[in-house]
């Protein structure tokens, strides 16, 4: 279980700031704007359902974790499986994004191309997802 806390206030708090630092910098012409525009995510995409579900999913995550005195096992578990999943299309749309030939360097976290944190946030979520599944299965550990 403390794998999975330890899991969980990585990606809590870095979902939160991800999103909070989408909210300050500027959204109209800003780098959230524009990498969503090059990539034609847009389109599909309402840039304020990104920021919002960045949030909410790091709330989640640490309010649980925070909370988890008060909590039921089960529910704890929940919450933290929940949030990891809606991760999930989060990062694969950020890998996408990362990808996308007239997205520039300039407009992504540390102005890295390939798409490592994406990447590396996704395998967090899914080895969270994991270990929860895995303690499902075997009550005991």
Known sequence: ???VKAIS???GITMFMFGILKVIIPTVNGWFTVQ???SGLSEYIPIWTSITGE???GLALIISLVMDEYLTNKTFKFIVQLASAAIIPMMVSA???HLQPAVPAE???L????PFIPAFILLLALANIYLI???IKNPIV
């Not at 102005?111 to 390939?114: A, D, H, L």
């Open 95 to 97: 890998i996408y994004v």
């Open 111 to 114: 102005k890295i191309k390939p």
């Open 55 to 57: 949030i909410t999913v």
């Open 107 to 109: 407009v992504l976290p």
């Open 36 to 38: 969503m525009t090059r």
């Open 133 to 135: 599944r895995k303690q």
């Open 1 to 3: 279980m403390k794998s």
């Open 9 to 11: 206030w990585f990606l």
